[in-house]
């Protein structure tokens, strides 16, 4: 029976703290300055990780290595098996011959890459995170952005950048009514306090896709589309939070955002597109150039956008090809549109999403399960091992991927192979996902991370300026906002007590910080380079997002602190 120590350092906060960082230091030096490949930077830190646990925490051994285990365990099953099946699902509709009629689809409505960023990476990858989540997303949106003609660096920073908003209302708002049955406070209050903050941040991404795509030039010619999307999608998510749907306030956030665009382009041209159409042929050609082939999923993608000239995607529509007929049409959508229809139904009919719940099965894990208690000296939840093969959104994506394989007339022995060379191909992103999630099990169960957030924590009247740090820290390591809150949830809500602030604002902090995490993690670095075809290149993006990401955070902790005093207005009544 192990019960991991505070403070075990020394009998100090303080060096126990510092000791704790070491894992999480290891993998931001090995990506960010040493530019290892993702999966030796995951085993480094695993490594470093189990050294504090075994020689700082007294974890024994054993108990440290079946930590590792389950935690591999699960980047392995539902994680990667998400993504897998997420990318296999793009990877028909490249087989099918169908791949191309979608960009042809989305230049309908505007062949301007800055704005397809907003509409694709902010819009629709807010709907699949609200449905999915779990690093869908980002594995979708990349592909999309790709097939339009984006540069494969540039879409997995955008698409990284554009899941930050609608993270905490994913999934059905998951993480929230993690931290709600985490803590004994009713979920609609949190949901409504972090309505009160996300918005802010969703107003402004838009501008940032902007800058992202076309620097400042983009920022002075589109400005006013993004700021009707931003805050469209901003006020949606204020007004559902608060009175609508805690639940379906992303997907109602999404679809507002994506009909506020669609119906401004009407009325509205942006000017510059094809200067951003040529920046984009340029750097296509020094990236073919320059990059060799990282053997992803994005070889495929190569053969049907990054090949193309110029001249060939900035040629009009109607004049490139056959008319698009209403068949090309719901044929290059079909894909996508199975997917809302599947998720929509497994997760906002009761029956069925209580049925498919009800089909978890619960796995304590060999030899760990009982023989871990937390800091409290309660048995750990956390070593049984939930086996979710048919609730999974992998799962979900799986039957979406057969269905389109039916519809796209596809032979089984086909479909099976694209599914069998995704694997392979994937082989190095399963095996860091695995790794990630196998540093934050040790780091979990030993009690690295809690003393983590203990210090900071100790911060007292202050500690309202640094809560979302936590959050932010917990899904960099974890790569999921409700992981976040199942680590820091309780501990936010008992700091804020011992401060005298109110603990829904601060256990609404960890959502809101952990959202601005989530580009970050190692975890999700691997899935956009896995999606665009950028694998070994994670600590290539690592460094391109990381600055958004702290930047980011500065304002939301910023917000967080003055919601505890001068605007505390802002805080909803009830809460």
Request: net charge neutral; hydrophobic share 55%; charged share 10%.
């Amino acid at each position: 029976m192990y019960t991991p120590e505070i403070a075990p350092l020394a009998d100090s906060l303080l060096w126990s703290s510092l000791a704790a960082l070491l894992p999480l230091l290891t993998i931001f030096v090995t990506l960010g300055f040493l530019k290892w490949k993702a999966h030796w930077a995951g085993l480094a830190a695993v490594i470093v990780a189990l050294i504090v646990a075994i020689f700082v925490y007294g974890m024994p051994v054993g108990l440290a290595g079946l930590s590792a285990s389950q935690g591999f365990a699960f980047g392995l099953f539902p994680i990667m098996w998400i993504v897998i099946t997420a990318i296999w699902l793009y990877e028909l509709t490249v087989k099918s011959g169908h791949f191309e009629d979608l960009r042809l689809v989305i230049n309908v409505i505007s062949d301007d890459p800055r704005v397809q960023a907003i509409l694709v990476a902010f819009c629709f990858g807010g709907l699949l995170e609200a449905l999915a989540g779990f690093g869908a997303p980002v594995a979708i949106t990349g592909v999309m952005l790709i097939a339009v003609g984006f540069t494969a660096m540039r879409a997995a920073v955008v698409v990284l950048v554009a899941n930050t908003a609608p993270v905490a209302f994913g999934a059905i708002a998951i993480p929230i009514i993690t931290a709600g049955n985490l803590t004994g406070i009713d979920y609609k209050e949190i949901g409504a306090m972090v309505g009160h903050q996300t918005p802010l941040l969703a107003a402004v991404v838009p501008l940032f896709l902007i800058f992202l795509v076309d620097g400042k030039r983009g920022l002075r010619q589109l400005w006013p589309l993004a700021l009707v999307v931003g805050i469209v999608f901003g006020a949606a998510q204020f007004v559902s939070a608060n009175y609508l749907s805690v639940e379906m306030t992303d997907i109602i956030a999404s679809l507002l955002g994506l009909a506020a665009a669609v119906i401004m382009l009407q009325f509205w041209k942006p000017v510059g597109g094809q200067d951003a159409l040529d920046k984009m042929a340029d750097e296509r050609t020094r990236e073919n150039a320059d990059a060799p082939d990282a053997g992803g999923s994005g070889a495929a993608v190569k053969s049907s956008a990054d090949t193309k000239t110029s001249v060939d995607l900035e040629t009009p529509v109607d004049t490139k090809t056959a008319p698009l007929t209403g068949r090309r049409v719901f044929m290059a959508l079909c894909p996508y549109l199975i997917v809302i229809v599947i998720f929509s139904a497994a997760k906002l009919i009761p029956v069925i999403d209580t049925w498919l719940a009800g089909t978890d099965i619960k796995i304590p894990w060999p030899g760990l399960d009982g023989n871990i208690l937390n800091a409290a000296g309660e048995v750990s939840t956390s070593t049984v091992y939930n086996f979710q093969w048919l609730s999974s959104p992998g799962t979900m994506l799986l039957v979406s991927g057969i269905i389109v394989a039916v519809v796209y007339k596809m032979t089984v022995k086909d479909a099976f192979q694209v599914f069998v060379d995704n694997v392979v191909k994937m082989r190095f992103s399963i095996l860091t996902v695995g790794l990630v999630l196998a540093l934050a099990y040790v780091m979990n169960l030993s009690g690295q991370t809690i003393t983590i957030g203990t210090w900071i924590a100790g911060a007292g009247v202050l500690f309202a300026f640094l809560s979302p740090i936590l959050g932010w820290l917990g899904t960099a390591v974890t790569g999921s906002d409700t992981s976040a809150n199942a680590l820091f949830a309780t501990l936010q809500q008992t700091a804020a007590t011992k401060a005298g602030i109110d603990p829904v604002l601060l256990v609404a902090a960890n959502s809101s910080g952990g959202v601005v995490g989530k580009m970050i993690s190692p975890q999700n670095l691997t899935i956009a380079a896995t999606a665009v075809g950028l694998l070994g290149q994670e600590s290539a993006i690592f460094r391109r997002v990381i600055w958004w990401s702290l930047g980011m955070l500065v304002v939301m902790c910023l917000l967080v602190g003055l919601q505890s005093t001068i605007l505390s207005w802002m805080v909803p009544e009830g809460v």
